[in-house]
């Protein structure tokens, strides 16, 4: 297998995280250049039309493309140490707070991040500062939220370490380089604390 990923780039480090923790040592990892727009390469375009990383390259030469999507499948393929829920029921509640993470604190970074940081340009044409702002705010709306839950449970969806808790870590992660934001510094004690503890983890520190 292939695993196309970006340094630096939030969703790729989420895959490597999952694969980092499900101890995956046989997928090859292809770097794709951002800042040299490699994926919009006829290359690249060729494995993913939407010129997007992460993606995966089966075995079996079939390409599977979105971040929640790889992990799925992984799950399937390396199913312990399980990440995405045992049964059904734990499964809707990790897949609902994972969503909740994804969409409110995930993508409010990025948001920001791609309208208003002058590095992001050549990813984001047009950027829209303003809208940029609001997303700003929205996450740390987001993060306060998080703050709360984490103040009576140990992991983002509840009593163990789950995938919910990779996507909040590398949003924190992306929003702590390039929007300076460290929830300790804004009263949110309980997620800097949940922070830092998972950092500790390996697949934290796993180069993708």
């Known amino acids: 297998m292939k695993f196309y990923t970006s340094s630096r780039a939030p969703n790729p480090r989420r895959v490597a995280m999952f694969i980092a923790e499900k101890g995956l040592t046989d997928i090859a990892q292809v770097q794709i250049d951002l800042a040299t727009v490699q994926n919009r390469s006829p290359e690249y375009l060729a ?9 995966l390259e089966l075995d079996d030469g079939r390409i599977l ?3 929640r999507a790889i992990c799925s499948w992984l799950e399937g393929y390396a199913p312990e140490p399980n990440l995405m829920g045992d049964g059904y029921d734990e499964r809707a509640f990790i897949e609902m707070t994972d969503r909740r993470v994804e969409l409110h604190l995930f993508y409010g970074a990025a948001n920001y991040i791609r309208h208003t940081h002058p590095g ?3 990813l984001e044409q047009p950027q829209f500062p303003e809208y940029g702002a609001v997303q700003g705010e929205r996450m740390r709306e987001t993060a306060r939220w998080l703050d709360q839950v984490l103040a009576t449970q140990p992991y983002v969806a ?3 370490f789950t995938i919910a808790d990779i996507t909040a870590f590398c949003a924190l992660e ?5 929007m ?3 929830p300790g510094q804004e009263g949110m004690a309980h ?5 830092d503890r998972i950092a500790e983890r390996p697949s934290a520190s796993v180069v993708y």
Do not use: D, S
Request: proline residues 6%; charged residues 25%.
């Open 47 to 55: 494995l993913n039309p939407f010129g997007r990383v992460p993606a």
């Open 65 to 67: 493309c979105e971040t």
């Open 120 to 122: 992001l340009a050549i």
């Open 158 to 160: 509840g009593q163990r």
């Open 174 to 178: 992306f929003a702590r380089g390039l």
């Open 180 to 182: 300076k934001f460290r």
């Open 191 to 195: 997620l800097q604390a949940w922070r």
